[in-house]
């Protein structure tokens, strides 16, 4: 894909403005901030993003995407049903090891940040979260039609415990820097799959 | 327990200082935007906490004084073993329920802003984390030796996944308000206890 020279310094902009938000927050997230890291002129920002509120905006598409190609896409991309849970954890987990930001997830910023701000931004940043549900919802349906998890499998309830091993593995891998945190999200992952699989014929 | 003047107005500064904290995050806790929320000048808020880092740690400790008050106290105050486990979880949640802060604990904005930032304000993050989790274990250390818990429950396993839960539930309630939260951590547990819990003889 051939980008012109303006969508090249958008790119550019927008990979520094996920940087600082990774570490400041959203709230750190000024223009003025932004402008000095990228040594270009406020009035040059401006150009590419019409307000703090475009630029936010933009960021946390961004990263919806790249959380999208790194975890979602592939695990939906497995054979139907338990490889695909299988799958998005692992991507999960590697995502959260990776160094692709220099500090916390953005969208975790967001989270945070946002959920006592009522305004178009939370309204993003829940749609996106409330559409990652779906997707695990849509897995768990997928694994009991397969015949991988029980009928008495309730998928709603199954999401609510991956999101939650996801944010302990993030919280016990991030801050803590706990060198089991890895383990225990597995083991946790294993024990839930445990509860729901089928007794083997 | 009778204070001075001095102290009064320390608590009234910590109490706005907290509230900021929970909308703002650590870093928007600014000594010129909590001045003009007290109506108080620059120089009388420093004579009261003599830098921004000062106030930042006594805005955690405080956080963290509450929490133990309102969640683990009691939650200990219980019979050993299973009756302080369920205390805790309900302490925990009705801990994200209420109405203490204007927007998100302020320890959970602290793990997410300082977990790429070295230095003593992290340090006292994660020692408290780590506090509140060997408290966990010792929980569940006693929920084996009371029998509640069978011979194989690993306290540290069982410690991980009742803090994925807690922050599931913060997810689901605070950002995403979905009013099954409660129903699915409490879900989560009760599975989680049956999971180690030994079988009735």
């Given at each position: 894909m051939v ?8 790119a ?21 901030i ?20 475009m630029?936010?905006?933009?960021v ?19 054979p ?20 692709r ?12 940040e946002?959920?006592?701000?009522p ?16 997707v695990?919802i849509?897995i ?22 991956l ?14 820097c706990?060198p ?9 992952f294993?024990?839930l799959m445990?509860?729901y ?5």
């Open positions: 980008m012109s020279k303006g969508e090249r310094t958008k550019v902009i927008l990979d520094e403005a996920l940087a600082l938000t990774s570490l400041e927050g959203l709230n750190g997230l000024t223009i003025g932004l402008a000095e890291r990228l040594n270009m002129s406020k009035s040059g920002l401006f150009a590419h993003f019409g307000s703090k509120e630029l936010q905006q933009a946390l598409e961004r990263a919806v995407e790249m959380f999208a190609d790194f975890v979602v896409r592939p695990a939906l991309e497995q139907r049903g338990r490889p695909q849970l299988d799958m998005l954890l692992e991507r999960w987990i590697a995502w959260d090891m990776g160094d930001f220099p500090g916390a997830c953005p969208l975790q910023c967001a989270a945070i946002l959920d006592d701000k305004g178009p931004l939370r309204d993003y940043v829940v749609s996106a979260h409330e559409r990652l549900r779906q695990l849509g768990v349906r997928a694994a009991k039609e397969e015949g991988h998890l029980g009928p008495a499998t309730d998928p709603e309830q199954l999401a609510f415990e999101v939650g091993i996801a944010y302990g593995f993030t919280h016990m891998h991030r801050l803590m706990h089991d945190a890895g383990r225990w999200a597995r083991a946790a294993a024990a445990d509860r699989e089928l007794p083997p014929r």
